[in-house]
Structures are given as C-alpha cells and as structure tokens.
C-alpha cells in the first residue's frame, strides 16, 4: 500500500532556496514535506547562518507518495518547472495554494498550460542561500519575498493565511498587487548580474566596485530604455539602474545562482532571464545587441 504524506506545507524541489523555506518553516514550527525527485528518506542538513550553526532534519518525500497537497512552494529551477508540476499534478487538494518562485519569466505560462483550472501566486525570492557541501546549507544573506497573484481574480483571501505562514517562518513576506512589475525589475537585476558574474567570475558586488564591470552593467541596462518604453513604461531605466546597484551591493559577498550553476556544471536560468528579453525585444522589433552578446557567450560555456 501507499503511503502517502500529509503536511501544512510541501516545498517541490530540494535545492538551496526550497531547503532554505523548508527549514525555516519547520523551525517555526509547521510540518513540512521536501519533494525531491528520486529519494524519500530524511534529509540531515546543517544550518548556517551568521556563522551559527543548527541541525535540521527534514521530512523528504517524492511526488508519487504525496497526496491533498494543500500549500505548496514550487522552487525547482526555471527549466525544470514543467516536469516538476507534472510529477505533482494529481496530488494537489481541489484548493491547493501554489507558490511559483523560479528566477526569470515564463513560469506562470508554464503553470497555466499545465493546470488551466487552477491558479498560482508568484514570488521574487531576494533571500540569498547556497550549499558549502552536500549537507551544509549556507543562509548568505536576508532578503525578502515579495507575493502576488498570477491573475487579478486569484481568491486573495486563501493567500493571506499562507502569506502570514510563510512570513512566520522567514519574514519579511510582502504582498504586492502588481506583482508583475515586480518581476520585470527582478528579471533585469538577474539579467546584469547573473550573466556577468559568470563572465567576470566574480561576486555580485564587484560588478558595482570595479569601473570596467560596472560600465558594462550601465550599459546593459540602458540598452533596454526602448524595451521598457514599449513594454513596461511605469519602470523607469533609472530606477532599473539603482535596483541593480542596490542588489549587488546587499549580495556583494555572494555569489550569483548562475554563477554557482556553472561552477557545479549545472544547467543555467540564462533562457528564462536573457532569453526572456530577447524574445520580447524580437517582438517588439528592438534590437539588444549588448544582451545578445552575453546570451551568446552563456550558450558556449
Ligand atoms: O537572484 C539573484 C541570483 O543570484 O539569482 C541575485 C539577486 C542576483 C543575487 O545574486
């Protein structure tokens, strides 16, 4: 027989970011199920955070012993999206609240082919973490996540329940209307520095210190004036340039998930970040030569 696995929350993907929430999570409390794709045995993690460290033991599951999956975070990387809703698709209860975190755009399109008679929430995830070894999860820097409904009807009053949960564990959560919006910024501050601190090898914050790097981030994000005057006109590039500057600065120990990607020979988020803009700027018939530069680069790594 089956056994299936109830709990308040389920976090789909065992990686830094869903190991992250989970933890959290379950420190504060609430019983919570790691997805992952192959093993179901407890995870033993440690904790780092400010040097601290705690031992963390969490429930791991795979998708066919799930079932009335009732709150979940999806934190599985962008192009692994797809699989991942499909291993999980008849496990979800008929009002399940479904959190999508991937870095990037495309994912909410991805989740509606899917499943067209349910809705998500979108998050833009800023809480840096990352995995010194296999076990040891390291909690590099606070941030914040913003939340926001994929369409304007989603039922607002089943996400602020799992708002407030979410917030319990690893405040700050903020909710956002215009979580579209949100997104766009996200998705230009990952375009500057995810690829270019591939392409320097460096850490997010010397893409602002060092006057080459930061001529090259100035310039990638001037190219896009055009895109967002077609596109996003309530996002000025000024304030596009200051949120890149302010990301790197908060990040500046870290290393970006691309840039950790490479190093562990990984598959990049480069088609849902860069190759996001460049097909938007296709169909608007602008040109982004400076992005097409390093989309190009990234694919021969
Ligand atoms: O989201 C990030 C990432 O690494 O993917 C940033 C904000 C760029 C921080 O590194």
Not at 155 to 170: E, G, Y
Request: aromatic share 6%; proline share 4%.
């Amino acid at each position: 027989m089956t056994n299936t696995t109830r709990s308040d929350f389920h976090v789909l993907g065992p990686g830094a970011v869903g190991c992250l929430w989970a933890s959290h999570l379950m420190l504060s409390g609430y019983s919570v199920n790691l997805i992952a794709k192959h093993t179901q045995a407890t995870r033993q993690l440690t904790l780092i955070t400010k040097g601290e460290s705690s031992k963390i033991s969490l429930a791991q599951t795979t998708a066919e012993h799930c079932s009335g999956i009732q709150n979940l975070l999806v934190c599985v990387k962008a192009y692994q999206l797809e699989a991942a809703l499909k291993s999980i698709e008849t496990c979800l209860a008929p009002n399940a609240v479904i959190l999508l975190m991937q870095n990037g755009m495309g994912n909410k399109e991805v989740f509606n082919n899917l499943l067209p008679k349910k809705q998500c929430l979108l998050a833009s995830n800023s809480h840096g973490a990352y995995f010194k070894t296999a076990n040891e999860l390291v909690y590099a820097g606070k941030g914040q996540l913003i939340v926001g409904p994929s369409t304007p009807s989603y039922p607002i009053k089943a996400s602020v329940q799992f708002c407030h949960h979410l917030n319990v564990a690893l405040p700050e959560v903020i909710w956002n209307n215009r979580i579209d919006l949100v997104l766009w910024k996200k998705v230009v501050v990952n375009a500057i520095i995810n690829p270019l601190s591939v392409l320097y090898q460096c850490k997010n914050g010397e893409l602002i210190s060092n006057p080459v790097y930061f001529k090259h981030v100035e310039n990638l994000v001037n190219e896009l004036k055009p895109l967002l005057e077609s596109v996003q006109p309530e996002l000025t590039i000024d304030d596009l340039l200051k949120e890149v500057i302010k990301i790197a600065e908060k990040t500046a120990s870290n290393f970006s998930s691309m840039y950790q990607d490479v190093q562990r020979q990984r598959p990049t988020e480069i088609e849902s970040i860069t190759g996001f803009l460049l097909s938007e700027s296709k169909k608007q018939g602008i040109a982004l030569p400076g992005h097409k530069e390093i989309y190009l680069k990234m694919a021969a790594l």
